[in-house]
């Protein structure tokens, strides 16, 4: 049962133009969300988290989301660069997993010049 | 220095071949991980060290063997491993067990022949 869903597999974009990226999650225990920005044949880096006693948290050009309610969260990219092409992990801690980090599926970005 | 350094960035095997991973961080970070990705698939998690002692294994075949000699090295023994073994092995630290925020290393690139 995959807890931490993200539905679009790929996104493509105009340099300048806003990235939406969503994420949905099934579990109402998890209180805490952090996306991740992967390269190919690199690690994964942090970007931004946000804790569920907030609904927006904002570093930058990255802005997260989060609607408690629907067990959704996006993270918005404004403007998007090129050097943001990258995939996208949403990631929650599983307390009940010992803190376990599960990730989505990944959304692939694609930001044309 | 807030990085996490792994060895070899790249590694070729045989099935009989035995091999190690290593896995270095500097950050007084008291939890390490070790993830194992495949292409277009999330991060999946194979161990975690938390205070230099095994707290997670997620089933991990025994052909993979973890070592934590201290808190700032970790280690992962490969022996008979597996053509579908190829991927990238990720480590990761964090500062607590609590997993909220982990720092990658670049990853070694596995192939298994």
């Known amino acids: 049962d995959q807890q931490v869903k993200q539905n679009s597999p790929s996104l493509s974009v105009q340099e300048g133009r806003i990235s939406i990226l969503n994420c949905d999650y099934t579990?109402?225990?998890?209180?805490?969300f952090l996306w991740y920005k992967k390269y190919p044949a690199e690690g994964p880096t942090f970007l931004i988290s946000?804790?569920?006693?907030?609904d927006k948290n904002e570093d930058g050009r990255f802005t997260v989301f989060l609607n408690k309610s629907a067990k959704h969260l996006s993270l918005h990219i404004v403007p998007s660069q090129p050097g943001d092409s990258a995939v996208y992990f949403c990631?929650?801690?599983?307390?009940?997993?010992?803190?376990?980090?599960?990730f989505g599926g990944g959304t692939r970005v694609l930001v044309k010049p | 220095d807030t990085e996490v350094t792994q060895t070899p960035k790249h590694l070729v095997m045989g099935m009989t071949n035995k091999k190690s991973l290593k896995c270095e961080q500097h950050?007084?970070?008291?939890?390490m991980y070790w993830y194992k990705q495949k292409a277009k698939k999330p991060p999946e998690l194979m161990f975690v060290?938390?205070?230099?002692?095994?707290?997670i294994n997620e089933s991990v075949p025994s052909r993979f063997s973890p070592e934590c000699p201290n808190s700032s090295l970790l280690n992962l023994h490969l022996h008979a491993l597996q053509p579908e073994d190829s991927a990238l092995y990720l480590c990761?630290?964090?500062?607590?067990?609590?997993?909220?925020?982990?720092?990658f290393g670049s990853g070694t690139q596995l192939s298994v022949l």
């Open positions: 990631a929650a801690p599983d307390k009940a997993a010992g803190n376990k980090l599960t």
């Open positions: 990761a630290s964090s500062l607590g067990d609590t997993n909220e925020k982990l720092f």
């Open positions: 579990n109402s225990m998890f209180d805490y």
């Open positions: 950050m007084g970070h008291r939890a």
């Open positions: 060290y938390s205070y230099e002692k095994l707290s």
């Open positions: 946000i804790s569920s006693i907030k």
